[in-house]
């Protein structure tokens, strides 16, 4: 075996055996950190949300937002970025 074939092997390691002469991908070993990330991204952006909402005017001013703008963004839904 050459350095290169033990860099990049041409047999995907990860693949499993579909039993039908397929090859199906494993999930990675970090998919549970992916899992918690999303989770934590998405409860941030709820927070953040709820945080805006309740500027007072002058608050909204300082940041440069006008109400209309925040109440917008406050009522996003969880799909928006």
């Known amino acids: 075996m050459s350095t290169i074939d033990t860099m990049c092997p ?3 390691e ?3 055996s579909t039993g039908m002469g397929r090859t199906a991908a494993r999930p990675g070993p970090h998919a549970i ?3 918690l ?3 934590l991204r998405w409860r ?3 927070e953040s ?3 805006l909402r309740d500027l007072t005017d002058d608050q909204l001013l300082d940041i440069g937002l006008t109400r209309r703008e925040a109440m917008t963004e406050s009522r ?3 799909f928006w970025n």
């Open 10 to 12: 041409t047999v995907d």
């Open 14 to 16: 990860k693949a499993v």
């Open 33 to 35: 950190r992916r899992v």
């Open 37 to 39: 990330a999303f989770y």
């Open 44 to 46: 941030e952006k709820r």
């Open 49 to 51: 949300r709820r945080v």
């Open 76 to 78: 996003k839904s969880f």
